[in-house]
């Protein structure tokens, strides 16, 4: 016996002088302490519960009175010391901060202390007199003195015990104590600090050193990867080196630690070069373990790291711009749609090179179509994530040096509210950070309208822009149901389009040259002064070969008004800007070039240019301008005393359209006129619309016994749910009742749909006279025989349906279902009716003649390619051509598509918009802007009289041309009184 125990002592020293591994016994003693610390603290706490379980139900309320006092004052001291150390722990303190920072510092050092260890020498079993062993002694104390204050903060002692950190610091804190015993130093599961490094993120953002969402994202998944890295890594180095312990001959496999690590990144990447293998079972059994983890969790981690830190290097930088080339930002609702029907719209309506190059900036990373588009146009774009409510991001796009911001809203949006207010938010931003810089923005709802010329630094006069899609939209069908065809005429003359496109699409060489022409600005010339503008529109189209149909005075000493062919008391002033329909920006600069004493003899227009006395005559009128300057500004300064309307609002927030403020002078020439037009027709309090008595949404609801007997009436049909976001309907009745109509002349509309819906928008329709509502859907042909559809002037198809999350074609389902349904309606006309003219289609027979009636429909799309589902293809070629050349200047379908063209009109040149404005609503002003918003309803007047300007402003109406061959009958007329045509 004795012989065998000096073998066996000769044995242990041979193996610490050739570094052979630790004997079985001594890892199996570290290991049990570990697991016995873990399953004791269990079992206690488990005790603990049992016993305060038999002392809640068991013990009598005798003794549980004696000690109320004193679990009182004991709850409530361990309230207060769960409450402090739980508040130091978290980092709000500066000694949790500390505490926390101290700890991840540590088990960093103690990883480090691991890893040199495993570097030089490859068994687990090391000689007590280590130099490392002091320095991890000092930080394994701070580990379990930390970990005392964790587990007393702790509420539930049980999920605390079981959770990860705790898990650490038994299989780490304990081997140190135990090494002091044995006198081995044993490097086991010291490894397993590498866990600690999950909470790098948290520590990175106490130091403030990741703010964005990105950023800590990113700390979180490289956190994640290298922990999981290196602790797998110290797993298969502990078990090849230790061999599988039910073998009695040791299989261990001698590994260094780095050479596990090359091992578990080959594993990781399911890359498997065999080099390096295990040998062991558990090693094996390890690695098919770690090898599904990987591919469960390593594989998402990995892509989702690449994608971040590629579009953080792509996508994240800063702007360069090109010195001498202006561009511009598009922001707001950045998505493949938009960004598609904009690039269309913008690149074709720049006639010449392209100059100007588009900054997109969106606030979630492109897709994969996305990005294709931009690598189309990659000469013309360029895409940052970001967004303009943080400063960094407008400093790394440098808004302040851009040209204009436009700000694209998302028209099919199921809370129009909230689109617009955060679209308002991007203007205020903007404008707060880049006072100087331009801004053109979306706005859906005509109420939100308000709230921008309320911004600080807004400024209509720089250029900034409104474009309200329910005020342009539903107030261009409303001016399409009293002139046919509108929308064809405006989008050819507000929109530029490719001329190649435009020439393949249509056939007569009359529409062709049509095309050409486009409204235009350009001031007039001073020879013009005190001229009026008939004067001035006569000598423009002899002389100059142009059509004036408006100008831009200033009314004020902050104010500009836009009339449209105004009455003869309006005289032209010095510097006035005139809208023109001419084909180029040279014909309209005729106008400015225009010289009484040079170009009287002129014939040719061509020939017009810059004249020599031009300079002269500048000189002298310089003197003239000042005096009548201040002539002005004194008028101005009195009217403002004696206006009932108040400009606080600042100078340049807002302008009239198509009407004089009330606070200037009204016209001298006509005298006032009173309200009241007979004993049925009142107008409001502004004299800009008919107005009546409010009536209760179930008088105006009419009965479905029998057909109504309204005609020539309008069919408004309007898709709508009782939870659906209102449209605006009023928008769609103002225009239709404006003042400028004589009571006769109003058109009674009847709207067809939920009437739920309908009863929501009555609130805001409940005072304009002739409306009236019928319960119904326009996909019933009862209903809309109920309507009386035959005998109607025009019908509109309104639908305020969002779009949905499944396929976006569909949302104009309901629509397009609709219209084809009111065209299939066909009613018969006798001889007589049809001899008097209308739409009619004669289909002959070999002994019957008969006439049917065709109902003319306006259909609102929000998709624009869903207009192709009203064309249908016919065999006889000539028979498709009259057709397509019937339906182009109809413009019967109207898509929104039409007002985002309309804003890149506005970017080349804002006053066109002012102009299309004043065409589509008849008129506004910031008085009449800000009372509709006040306002739910419409006031009548307190008094009997009001100004004649309102009353006098232009209105749109077709007037036949009987003399020419081929049939104009979509020509607009402007007209400032009934009977005064333009």
């Known amino acids: 016996?004795?012989?065998?125990?000096?073998?066996?002592?000769?044995?242990?020293?041979?193996?610490?002088?050739?570094?052979?591994?630790?004997?079985?016994?001594?890892?199996?003693?570290?290991?049990?302490?570990?697991?016995?610390?873990?399953?004791?603290?269990?079992?206690?706490?488990?005790?603990?519960?049992?016993?305060?379980?038999?002392?809640?139900?068991?013990?009598?309320?005798?003794?549980?009175?004696?000690?109320?006092?004193?679990?009182?004052?004991?709850?409530?001291?361990?309230?207060?010391?769960?409450?402090?150390?739980?508040?130091?722990?978290?980092?709000?303190?500066?000694?949790?901060?500390?505490?926390?920072?101290?700890?991840?510092?540590?088990?960093?050092?103690?990883?480090?202390?691991?890893?040199?260890?495993?570097?030089?020498?490859?068994?687990?079993?090391?000689?007590?007199?280590?130099?490392?062993?002091?320095?991890?002694?000092?930080?394994?104390?701070?580990?379990?003195?930390?970990?005392?204050?964790?587990?007393?903060?702790?509420?539930?002692?049980?999920?605390?015990?079981?959770?990860?950190?705790?898990?650490?610091?038994?299989?780490?804190?304990?081997?140190?104590?135990?090494?002091?015993?044995?006198?081995?130093?044993?490097?086991?599961?010291?490894?397993?600090?590498?866990?600690?490094?999950?909470?790098?993120?948290?520590?990175?953002?106490?130091?403030?050193?990741?703010?964005?969402?990105?950023?800590?994202?990113?700390?979180?998944?490289?956190?994640?990867?290298?922990?999981?890295?290196?602790?797998?890594?110290?797993?298969?180095?502990w078990m090849e080196n230790s061999g599988d312990p039910w073998v009695q001959q040791q299989n261990y496999h001698n590994l260094t630690y780095f050479e596990c690590l090359y091992l578990i990144m080959a594993t990781m990447s399911t890359v498997g070069y065999g080099d390096i293998v295990v040998r062991t079972a558990l090693g094996r059994a390890f690695i098919l373990i770690f090898i599904i983890a990987a591919l469960l969790l390593f594989a998402n981690a990995m892509t989702e790291l690449v994608d971040i830190l590629r579009n953080t290097k792509r996508y994240r930088g800063f702007y360069e711009g090109v010195k001498g080339r202006k561009y511009i930002v598009v922001c707001g609702d950045v998505n493949l749609l938009s960004v598609t029907a904009f690039l269309r719209d913008f690149l074709s309506q720049d006639t010449e090179e392209v100059t100007t190059e588009i900054v997109f900036l969106g606030e979630e990373a492109p897709c994969v179509e996305l990005e294709t588009i931009f690598r189309c146009y990659t000469a013309y774009t360029t895409f940052f994530e970001g967004s303009v409510m943080i400063y960094e991001d407008l400093q790394r796009i440098k808004m302040d040096q851009a040209e204009a911001c436009l700000i694209l809203a998302d028209t099919c949006s199921p809370q129009p509210f909230i689109e617009d207010t955060s679209n308002i938010m991007r203007v205020l931003s903007i404008k707060n950070h880049c006072p100087g810089t331009r801004v053109i923005v979306q706005i859906i709802q005509s109420s939100n309208k308000v709230y921008l010329p309320k911004l600080p630094n807004w400024d209509w006069r720089r250029g900034d822009s409104i474009i309200c899609f329910a005020e342009l939209k539903l107030g261009?069908?409303?001016?399409?149901?009293?002139?046919?065809?509108?929308?064809?005429?405006?989008?050819?003359?507000?929109?530029?389009?490719?001329?190649?496109?435009?020439?393949?699409?249509?056939?007569?060489?009359?529409?062709?040259?049509?095309?050409?022409?486009?409204?235009m600005t350009q001031y007039l010339s001073n020879d013009f002064a005190n001229m009026s503008f008939q004067d001035v529109c006569r000598l423009c189209f002899v002389k100059l070969n142009l059509m004036l149909v408006a100008i831009e005075i200033r009314s004020g000493m902050h104010a500009n008004s836009i009339l449209i062919n105004p009455s003869e008391a309006i005289k032209i002033h010095h510097d006035t800007l005139g809208f023109f329909i001419a084909k180029s920006p040279e014909e309209a600069r005729r106008a400015h070039y225009y010289c009484i004493r040079c170009h009287s003899d002129l014939s040719n227009p061509e020939n017009i240019g810059k004249c020599r006395c031009r300079r002269k005559r500048m000189r002298n009128a310089y003197s003239y301008q000042a005096s009548r300057n201040l002539v002005l500004h004194q008028n101005y300064m009195e009217n403002i005393k004696e206006s009932k309307w108040t400009t606080d609002r600042g100078p340049g927030k807002s302008r009239s359209l198509g009407i004089l403020p009330l606070s200037n002078i009204p016209d001298p020439s006509k005298p006032q006129k009173p309200v009241k037009e007979g004993s049925d027709s009142m107008l409001d309090a502004t004299g800009m619309f008919h107005w009546c008595d409010s009536v209760p949404f179930k008088k105006a609801l009419l009965k479905r016994k029998k057909v109504i007997s309204q005609s020539d009436h309008i069919v408004a049909c309007v898709f709508g749910e009782a939870t659906s976001a209102l449209i605006g309907l009023r928008n769609f009745v103002m225009p239709l009742r404006a003042s400028n109509f004589t009571f006769r002349q109003l058109k009674p509309i009847v709207f067809i749909g939920n009437a739920e819906f309908l009863e929501r928008e009555w609130e805001?329709?409940?005072?304009?006279?002739?409306?009236?509502?019928?319960?119904?859907?326009?996909?019933?042909?009862?209903?809309?025989?109920?309507?009386?559809?035959?005998?109607?002037?025009?019908c509109a198809i309104l639908s305020a349906h969002a779009r949905g999350p499944g396929d976006q074609a569909l949302v104009d389902t309901k629509s397009v279902l609709a219209t084809l349904n009111i065209r299939s309606l066909q009613f018969k006309l006798n001889v007589t009716t049809a001899a008097k003219g209308g739409p009619t289609t004669d289909l002959t027979n070999q002994s019957v003649r008969v006439f049917y009636t065709k109902i003319p429909v306006i259909t609102e799309l929000k998709i624009a390619s869903n207009a192709q589902f009203f064309q249908q293809r016919h065999n006889d070629e000539s028979h498709e051509e009259h057709s397509r050349a019937e339906q182009l200047p109809k413009g019967t379908v109207f898509s929104d598509s039409f007002l985002d063209s309309v804003l890149c009109t506005t970017y080349h040149n804002n006053h066109v918009l002012a102009l299309f404005q004043t065409l589509v609503t008849g008129g506004t002003s910031p008085e009449l802007e800000e009372y509709l918003a006040e306002e739910t309803v419409l006031t009548g007047s307190a008094s009997d009289v009001v100004h004649v300007g309102p009353r006098d402003r232009c209105k749109l109406a077709l007037y036949p041309v009987t003399n020419n061959p081929v049939a104009l009958e979509d020509m607009v007329a402007c007209n400032c009184s009934a009977n005064q045509p333009f």
């Open 476 to 519: 261009l069908i409303a001016q399409s149901c009293v002139v046919p065809g509108l929308t064809k005429l405006l989008t050819s003359l507000f929109i530029r389009e490719d001329s190649q496109k435009v020439s393949s699409l249509l056939k007569h060489q009359l529409e062709i040259e049509g095309q050409d022409y486009k409204v």
């Open 764 to 794: 805001f329709l409940q005072n304009f006279p002739k409306l009236y509502v019928l319960e119904g859907t326009a996909l019933s042909c009862a209903d809309l025989k109920l309507a009386n559809i035959k005998k109607c002037c025009m």
């Open 1 to 237: 016996m004795e012989n065998e125990i000096y073998i066996a002592r000769q044995e242990d020293d041979l193996s610490e002088v050739l570094g052979s591994h630790c004997t079985q016994y001594i890892q199996m003693a570290f290991i049990c302490s570990c697991l016995a610390i873990f399953l004791g603290g269990i079992i206690f706490i488990l005790i603990y519960r049992i016993n305060q379980f038999i002392y809640t139900f068991f013990f009598s309320e005798h003794l549980k009175g004696m000690f109320a006092v004193k679990n009182v004052f004991y709850i409530r001291w361990k309230g207060y010391f769960q409450d402090w150390v739980v508040m130091m722990l978290s980092g709000q303190t500066a000694v949790g901060r500390v505490l926390v920072i101290l700890v991840f510092l540590f088990s960093i050092g103690s990883l480090n202390i691991y890893i040199m260890n495993c570097y030089s020498v490859k068994q687990f079993c090391l000689a007590f007199e280590d130099q490392t062993v002091a320095i991890d002694l000092i930080f394994n104390s701070f580990f379990l003195f930390y970990f005392g204050l964790r587990f007393l903060a702790a509420s539930d002692k049980l999920s605390f015990w079981l959770e990860v950190n705790s898990m650490v610091d038994f299989f780490t804190i304990t081997p140190v104590c135990v090494s002091f015993y044995l006198q081995r130093n044993w490097l086991g599961l010291r490894f397993l600090r590498a866990l600690r490094l999950l909470e790098l993120p948290k520590i990175l953002q106490f130091l403030h050193m990741t703010t964005s969402g990105t950023s800590i994202k990113l700390s979180k998944l490289i956190a994640q990867f290298i922990s999981a890295w290196l602790t797998a890594a110290g797993f298969v180095h």
